[in-house]
């Protein structure tokens, strides 16, 4: 596993530890490491951060395929550049889960992977096809040349996750996680919650050494109570190319922030 933040490494290796099948034999944060790592120990499968330190991670899946040809490569990244997915796939990887899905699809993309088929998020659906012939893919994938290309398409599509939870716990450690995920590629995160969840969500972010007030002093993180979300008193001085018209000034604030910072802008 590699990755330079270190409460993500946790929610990965929380996530295995309930899967008897699965064991984390390393744990490094920057690329050149990875690299090291990878001969030491030939793995079955590395997950792959995209920006790393020494050494970022479409450059270390290249040297890692030199060393440790039979490793399959997993690339795990908030990174959703077209041209970005493209060449870490194009490494010979065997897929690419955008981190912020991750809580739905970082079990299902590793399965795929050691299997031998390849995975990439539903929500990079952008890409008709990828080249993901190499010598990690299963024998029916070499037989099945896949030629790839990303293109964007010409009309933008929004697509809203639903997940159900049956207790609290797992609500706030799964959203924390998102959160935390959001923050650290620079997102701007709305959080809509109840002021039980909200304190919850606050003392898992703390836990997991988030600076939160410095996030919220930097309006990329925006707690909003439930009720208040819901209000009728909307801003509707702030129109947003394909966003309603009409939304909670707070959100309107956080719209204004991400812009002018070019960062994206996630609500949850």
Known sequence: MVDDYEPWRRFVSSTFQKQPELQVIGEVSDGLE????????????????????????IEAARRIRE???????????????????????????????????????LLPAVEAVLRGRPFVSPGLACCDSINLENEHTAEQARRDKVVAHCRPHSVERHRHELKLYSDSAAFVEDFAHSIEAGLENGNAVVVIATESHRANLLQQLRADAVDVEAAAERKRYIPLDVSDSLSTDMDTSTAGDGFAKRVPPAIAEALRTSKERHLHLAVG
């Not at 997993?74 to 899905?101: C, H, M, P, W």
């Open 67 to 105: 060393v440790s040809p039979t490793s399959k490569i997993l690339f795990i990244s908030e990174n959703r550049s077209l041209d970005v997915v493209e060449q870490a796939l194009n490494t010979g990887a065997g897929g690419y889960v955008v981190k912020s899905n991750a809580a739905g699809e």
């Open 34 to 57: 990875a690299v090291r790592k990878a001969q030491e120990l030939l793995p079955d499968l590395i997950l792959l951060d995209i920006g790393l330190p020494t050494l970022n991670g």
